[in-house]
Each structure stands twice: as structure tokens, then as C-alpha cells.
Nanobody, 115 residues
């Protein structure tokens, strides 16, 4: 089992920035992907960004150029740097880790962008 704990969410003004962190309870083999999803009220959960072992990243079109996903395998931690935030980015953000035991989810951290 892997436990993922997100942090860094909060309230920010439009145009501002936040950095989310996701700490894993154990080492996630570097070949396994980590990433972020989000869910806004009344909407389906959507992929925001993922990063694989080779450092290859994938972003939702809505966040390209504004968000950056990264990981530090030595710290078992993934990050999501979010810039130029707007009201449409308001959502609960969830960390994921794809492992040999399956996909694990964090409990989520709320990001609220005020206009």
C-alpha cells in the first residue's frame, strides 16, 4: 500500500501562484508515473498533469504553459507548480501514483482562486 498526502492548497487571487506537494509513504519506483488530477464542483474529475520515470510530462490543454509537474524520487515527493491561476482552476486537487500494485490517490487539497 502507498499513502499519498497532498499539501499546499489554499485561497489565492487570480493571477497568483501556488505550489502543491504530494508526499508518498514509501518509495515509488521511478518507472512509475505520478501526477495530479482535479475535480471542480459539479464536474468530472480530470487529469491535470503527469510525469513518468523519464521525466516525460503530459498536461491538460487548459493548464499548458501555466502549470509545471515535477518529482523528487529521493524524497518520494511530487510537485505541481501553478502560475497565472484563474477562477476555472478552483477545484480539489488529487495526487496519484501508478505502481505495480495499482493506482493510489491522495485525499485531496482544495485550491480556490478568487477573481
Amino acid at each position: 500500500q502507498v499513502q499519498l498526502v497532498e499539501s499546499g492548497g489554499g485561497l489565492v487571487r487570480a493571477g497568483g501562484s501556488l505550489r502543491l506537494s504530494c508526499a508518498a509513504s514509501r518509495s515509488i519506483p521511478s518507472r512509475n508515473a505520478m501526477g495530479w488530477y482535479r475535480q471542480a464542483p459539479g464536474k468530472q474529475r480530470e487529469m491535470v498533469a503527469t510525469i513518468d520515470s523519464g521525466g516525460n510530462t503530459n498536461y491538460a490543454d487548459s493548464v499548458k504553459g501555466r502549470f509545471t509537474v515535477s518529482r523528487d524520487n529521493a524524497k518520494n515527493t511530487a510537485y505541481l507548480e501553478m502560475n497565472s491561476l484563474n477562477a476555472e482552476d478552483t477545484a480539489a486537487y488529487y495526487c496519484i501514483a501508478d505502481t505495480i500494485w495499482g493506482r493510489f490517490w491522495g485525499q485531496g487539497t482544495q485550491v480556490t482562486v478568487s477573481s
